[in-house]
């Protein structure tokens, strides 16, 4: 198999993972360098959002945070941390308007809604107040 072969072979694969990954998810929306989501029928049961860097999709960057904890859910793959600046942005994004929802307040009411509609074992109450998440 020649260079080309390989590095064709390469992103075929790539694409593909892509795919797979935003086949399992639902995008909640962006912030400074992130993208939060929600990963469809998520066999953890431990209600939790998903927030990587979004120019490589988790290559670089990639956490999960519990929803109705201030805590970090750091699975496999998944045990970046948040520095100080990034803790404030994610409150910040949090409790702002969703840029593609008009039915929800926040991005918080949204992330609850997406999490209970596609995740059935660990639902979470709507009335869920935002942690404190500058204490991650």
């Known amino acids: 198999m020649s260079d080309k072969q390989i590095e064709e072979w390469g992103r075929a694969v790539q ?3 892509e795919a797979e990954l935003l086949n399992e998810m639902a995008r909640v929306g962006f912030f400074s360098d992130f993208e939060v989501w929600i ?8 209600p939790h959002f998903h927030v990587w860097d979004k120019n490589s999709k988790g290559g670089l960057f990639h956490t999960c ?3 109705e904890t201030p805590e ?3 699975h496999t793959g998944k045990e970046d941390i948040f520095n100080s600046k990034q803790k404030k942005e994610l409150v910040e994004f949090l409790q702002a308007k969703p840029l593609k929802s008009h039915w929800h307040p926040t ?3 949204f992330i609850i809604t997406l999490w209970n509609a596609n995740n059935s074992k660990a639902e979470v109450s709507e009335d869920q107040d935002i942690p404190d998440y500058t204490k991650l």
Do not use: A
Request: charged share 25%.
């Open 15 to 17: 694409q593909m993972h």
């Open 39 to 46: 990963r469809t029928d998520d066999p953890g049961n431990i």
């Open 65 to 67: 945070v519990k929803i």
């Open 72 to 74: 970090y859910f750091h």
């Open 107 to 109: 991005n918080w009411d």
